[in-house]
């Protein structure tokens, strides 16, 4: 069989890379990977793909940003020219990004199988991007590969036969399973002259966090007073860079040790060290609680729940009362109990592939 993967932007790869090495064991599938160029980034250098032993793209579509309504139909209209040569049996998208339903609206248009890694997680937040194409990308697909339970809840109550859902597990896991050795050897607690559990981890970019003035001054005061207790830590995201110099804030995040953004071993690194996480991720409230770190997740939803039911992730949204009183227990040792979700166990991909092979 032959089976198209689709990449368009950084974690895509890393989601994707333990799915291709599983495909590489079985002779009967010939597999390709496209990169749309959704998400152009200079950090994809050679020692990200070397580190991670992520494979190169086969073919590489350059469509690069735009608004969502062009980029989608550039990536429809250069993928559909890829569908036509390679006449693959499947495609296999991930996660919620443009490229997502892109790839899949092209596929199903042209009778090809489409495979949806992540299917199911729902924030119910219709003015995020990532619903929609969550959703769209759902309803079209034939084999629809869920992280947890939940998904599976979703899904039903969307109208997807149960015949398409399969509980795999979490590829993300895979890959962090697979290089937590490597990014212990890091050296980035060193050269930032930190100590393990004595400072905490911040990510914040979110356009609904860092483009207004307002959300973003309050949410940087109660940073300040979180850093009085614990040094915060922040590989500073361009976005959240460019709005702190147009709205004049430079002085609220002179307390915050802001570094540049890093590569994947260092930044799991900081992850393993750390005492707790802020963030307004989704994937980082994953990588947590398979960590089991306590995570703050600023935001008013989250497309994850197992993270917050089961791991080690609290909702805080930005109330800085609600923020500051999940630091103190993190701090006095009070902070909730947490699990590992039943298959975050690394063999989410294998799963995946004897599924797709069942299928064929």
């Known amino acids: 069989m032959k089976i198209i993967n689709v990449v368009g932007a950084r974690p895509n790869f890393m989601k994707i890379a333990p799915i291709i090495s599983e495909m590489k064991k079985y002779k009967e599938i010939e597999s390709l990977l496209v990169h749309t160029g959704q998400h152009y980034d200079e950090n994809m250098s050679r020692s990200f793909f070397d580190d991670l032993e992520i494979p190169r793209p086969d073919i590489n579509l350059n469509v690069g940003s735009a608004s969502h309504a062009i980029q989608t139909a550039d990536i429809m209209i250069e993928f559909e020219k890829v569908c036509f040569k390679e006449k693959p049996d499947y495609v296999l998208v991930v996660g919620d990004v443009n490229s997502t339903i892109a790839c ?59 015949k398409k859902i399969h509980f795999v597990g979490n590829v993300m896991i895979d890959i962090l399973i697979q290089n937590l050795r490597k990014c212990k050897k890091s050296n980035i607690l060193k050269a930032l002259a ?16 860092v483009d207004s003035k307002e959300k973003l001054q309050k949410i940087l005061q109660t940073l300040n007073e979180i850093s009085e207790k614990i040094p915060i830590v922040f590989p500073i995201h361009p976005r959240t860079e460019n709005m702190v110099q147009k709205f004049g804030l430079s002085e609220k995040i002179k307390c915050i040790k802001t570094i540049p953004p890093l590569g994947y071993l260092d930044f799991m690194r900081l992850i393993v060290g750390s005492k707790f996480v802020l963030t307004d991720s989704g994937g980082i409230q994953e990588e947590t609680t398979y960590l089991k770190i306590p995570c703050l997740t600023m935001r008013e939803n989250t497309e994850r729940p197992i993270t917050e039911f089961v791991g080690s992730n ?35 991909s294998e799963r995946i592939v004897k599924t797709i092979l069942d299928d064929f």
């Open 104 to 162: 899949a609206l092209d596929a199903k248009k042209l009778g090809i199988k489409v495979i949806h890694i992540e299917a199911g997680l729902r924030s119910f937040d219709m003015k995020m991007p990532e619903e929609i194409n969550r959703i769209l990308t759902d309803q079209i697909a034939d084999l629809l590969f869920i992280t947890e339970e939940d998904a599976k809840v979703n899904l039903s109550n969307e109208g997807i036969s149960p």
């Open 194 to 209: 930190l100590k393990e559990k004595e400072y905490s981890l911040l990510t914040l970019h979110r356009p609904s966090n």
């Open 314 to 348: 609290v909702i805080v949204g930005t109330d800085a009362d609600k923020i500051l009183s999940n630091v103190r227990m993190i701090l006095s040792g009070n902070f909730k109990n947490s699990k590992i979700p039943k298959f975050w166990d690394g063999k989410a």
